[in-house]
């Protein structure tokens, strides 16, 4: 078993050192696996090239995580990650951590992420081509919230 | 300028390494900056001690960080951290990161902690003792929250 | 391609965080990867089971990385440990770096490891029973060093 | 007491998650720490200025920490670095970790670290420019070692 409803997944070892004094993995190191499944998902989806060629790039706004389970090592998680909302200049992205050892999700979370202009240091609204490219990747049409950012 | 009302501050340096390709300070520090204000807070206050005595410690349920400015490097960050909510078996922790280049809160955030018994591996319910310490680190009675954990 | 003549190997991913600004893997990151493998060694070996039924466990006395080439993100690794020699109550591991993408040896280096009694807080001869699972593991015997630890 | 015959040291509180699972602050940490002098001493004597000057900065080859003793949380470490040797292309540095809780230095090492043009992906003579930068923090002259890098 493992994730599913995911476009993005990936495998990662549970190391040694990310044990903490507890005996259980650190709570930092799922926040670590959450970038490692956003970073994935900008360069597999074709995110990233698109937000390159529209001078933009992904800056993380807020992040969270539940954890529902404590992790241990030695095992191997899968993290994944989808796109579950649209803003006008952000998006919230979901992510959920599985234990192969447990066979259960042990964390989930979710990210916000502004479309940025590094240059000019402002957000950029989702354009057309970016909201394309994620529909394809998620396998579904999305609605665009009005307001906020 | 530095951060007020919190009953535990701690300054910390920002690393060469903390900064990631971007060139700012990755999100993931930000989270280990606020585990070692709870950790401090822990220590500092008293908490620990009760808890070891009453046979608990605290196991994080879930984090959560709002960046709301790039952090560069070299900078001195004052981390702090207060308890803002008491449930029955956990609290709510706040942490606000305050840059001494920048003078502003560059992120914020809160922690869920729950007092639990790592022999039983259960949640245990906020003693009066340990309210008692935590109302003396605050400053201020709390309501106890009804419901929930 | 990949290491030969290690008993043991272990491959990983690079992660987007392994990268520092300089946009190559981070040199601490790489001494990560060489404790991984030592950790391998103990478990998979045996020696940890003989040295925990022998009151002691290993300790790391020195460490020492050559890069030989930059490496980047994205890539797998592996990383391969074998010990070469032994002393009284010490001995040094070796440890090589295989780059998946660039089918090159990326780092190289060495541990010194003591087997050390945690408890009474000094180094140990490494016993005859122990000797022998590394031997086992390494398919060959040793000659023992005389003198220094 | 702290570390004399250092230009440039550095204070660094023990973090909370510096310490694995054995309860002693973890072999990496050391050398994020030597990473950190070896950056201030760019920085701080005006090395990074000249190298940048001349299109190339540091690399390193090799980097070794001998571990004297176990370093625990909480507590404040400084850490030294400076200049031992002058090769063609490459500099010997010299990093020494001081306990302010033990009094003691906890571990020294040594990184070789090569001048390099990092667009022409070579090496680099170390100019009489840089060589008289060094000197003037070490505050005395060196011999360059011939042959090798």
Redesign the interface.
């Known amino acids: 078993m493992s994730l599913s409803g995911f476009p993005i997944t990936l495998d990662?070892?549970v190391?040694?050192?990310d044990?903490?004094?507890?005996?259980h993995v650190?709570?930092?190191t799922f926040?670590?696996w959450f970038?490692?499944s956003r970073?994935k998902y900008w360069?597999d989806t074709g995110m990233r090239k698109v937000m390159t060629l529209q001078e933009c790039?992904p800056?993380?706004?807020?992040?969270?995580?539940?954890?529902r389970r404590q992790l241990l090592y030695?095992d191997t998680i899968q993290v994944g990650a989808r796109i579950r909302e649209l803003g006008r200049k952000s998006l919230t992205m979901e992510h959920h951590i599985f234990s192969r050892a447990q066979q259960a999700v042990v964390a989930d979370?979710e990210s916000i992420v502004v479309v940025f202009n590094?240059r000019r240091q402002v957000g950029r609204v989702i354009s057309p081509e970016l909201q394309a490219v994620i529909e394809r990747a998620e396998g579904r049409r999305f609605e665009r919230l009005r307001g906020g950012s």
Chains 1, 2, 3, 4 share one sequence.
């Open positions: 990662l070892p190391l040694w050192s044990q903490d004094l507890f005996g650190n709570n930092v926040l670590r970038e490692c970073v360069d790039g800056i993380l706004a807020s992040v969270r995580c539940h954890y030695p979370g590094y």
